[in-house]
């Protein structure tokens, strides 16, 4: 336990280790062996040995998503980034990269969050020596013209738009605005429309951007499948030893506590099916609580398809669609939500009396033992069964990884979901599903012939 502890504990803090300092081993909840070196410049690199004859996945999480723009008017750049990085540089300048990648076989793609970017390649062990000679030359290296960075703001607009046809970014949107009135989570991660709109004219704070957050002491480099390990740390060192920027310090605006409930409503112009959602301030995740563990189980306890609620809305009264837990993973304090898809308007208040109800029986100290070490069990498979390819495996690692920030977060996480006990959802429920601590939005959708 001690060999374990150590090396992650220096990780946290920042202290650079020698080649090889962690080893570690497999675990109920993380069933692979890992290696992680932190090189000099602050690197991290973790490798997981994994049974898929000739494949590899290779991710790069750097730390940084909507969370950090604390600029006013640059909301949704860790976005628009991720379009960017994607634009070449003088030794593979752009659509060369893709050709080479494309040559080989490599998937290749990227994502961003709240809290963090993550560009992921899945292909060919035979690809690995380049794919670290380009991956590291665009972290490095990357450029791009002002007239490619406006024809990509046009098409990050292009985006907004699409997503803005459905209800989900404008419940997204106005849930944000109504709970943090300070917190960059207040934004969503593709940003304000009128940031977007205006990023065409941004091209020099985009190079600053790129300057600040593209480190290599902000990032995290995830390798998974059948390589050899010190052939792949001989090209890491050669090709990313030499990067050397370091990342920021920065403050984002903590959010003051809720006093008292709030609502928001949505008029939806379009033909949809009506929504209501509870949502509560909660913790951040963080690996000395079990705040998030305890969240993780009470989404499934609450509105999860084995709960009574469920059975009640969705299945026996049909007044719901489907219910379901809206809890994820954040670096701040953030959301934990009840949400319900509601068949016909008329059935609002009875689902939202059904809500009070389950979290009121809860706080007041009922639950169901024999459903938390279910939900617990189904929880720990589930991680398990979802983790059957080198992709899958490199996935999981880096979300967990970037958010927590420590290479093993993944099967510190699900360790502490095992230790969940029946009384801490309880004393979780108290303390934050509170009324004082709630937002309310509810959304009613256009009706035939114009009337809400």
Request: glycine share 6%.
């Amino acid at each position: 336990m001690q060999r374990r502890l150590i090396p992650l504990l220096l990780l946290l803090l920042g202290v650079a280790l020698p080649a090889a300092a962690a080893e570690l081993a497999a675990t109920p909840f993380f069933p692979y062996p890992m290696k992680v070196d932190r090189l000099p410049n602050g690197l991290t690199v973790v490798r997981v040995p994994f049974n898929s004859p000739g494949l590899i996945a290779y991710q790069t999480v750097v730390r940084v998503g909507s969370r950090n723009e604390v600029e006013p008017g640059k909301t949704g750049f860790a976005h628009f980034f991720e379009h960017m990085m994607f634009k070449g540089t003088k030794n593979f300048p752009e659509g060369e990269r893709e050709k080479v990648i494309s040559t080989y076989g490599f998937d290749d793609n990227a994502f961003t969050s709240d809290d963090l970017t993550v560009y992921h390649s899945y292909g060919p062990t035979a690809g690995l020596e380049k794919l670290v000679e380009i991956e590291a030359d665009r972290f490095r290296n990357l450029e791009y013209s002002e007239p490619s960075f406006q024809t990509e703001a046009l098409a990050v607009l292009g985006e907004y738009h699409k997503s803005a046809a459905q209800p989900y970014l404008k419940i997204e949107e106005e849930l944000g605005r109504t709970i943090f009135t300070r917190h960059t989570y207040g934004h969503t991660t593709i940003g304000n429309y009128a940031d977007i709109k205006a990023m065409p004219q941004a091209y020099q704070y985009s190079r600053t951007f790129f300057e600040r957050w593209y480190t290599p002491d902000n990032v995290i480099l995830v390798v998974v499948g059948d390589f050899n390990d010190d052939t792949l740390m001989q090209a890491v060192r050669k090709n990313y030893g030499p990067w050397d920027r370091k990342s920021p310090t920065i403050t984002v605006p903590a959010e003051p506590p809720q006093t008292k409930e709030r609502s928001v409503h949505i008029d939806w112009p379009q033909s949809t099916q009506p929504r209501h959602i509870f949502a509560w301030r909660t913790p951040a995740a963080r690996l000395d609580t079990a705040d998030a563990a305890i969240q993780t189980v009470l989404a499934d306890y609450l509105v999860g398809p084995t709960s009574p609620l469920y059975k009640e809305l969705v299945l026996d009264k049909q007044l719901a669609q489907e219910i379901y837990g809206d809890f994820s993973i954040h670096r701040d304090p953030h959301l934990f939500g009840l949400v319900a898809v509601l068949q016909e308007e008329g059935n609002r208040a009875a689902v939202r009396d059904a809500f009070n109800a389950a979290v009121r029986e809860l706080a007041t100290g009922k639950v169901d033992a024999s459903r938390v070490e279910a939900i617990k069990s189904n929880t720990r498979y589930g991680l398990l069964m979802g983790m059957e390819t080198a992709k899958s495996v490199a996935t999981q690692l880096s979300y967990f990884a970037g958010i927590f920030g420590a290479p093993d977060a993944l099967a510190v996480h699900y360790q502490k979901v095992s230790e969940v006990k029946p009384g801490d959802l309880i004393t979780f429920a108290k303390k934050y599903l509170t009324a004082a601590n709630r937002t309310q939005l509810t959304l009613t959708p256009k009706k035939a012939g114009g009337q809400n």
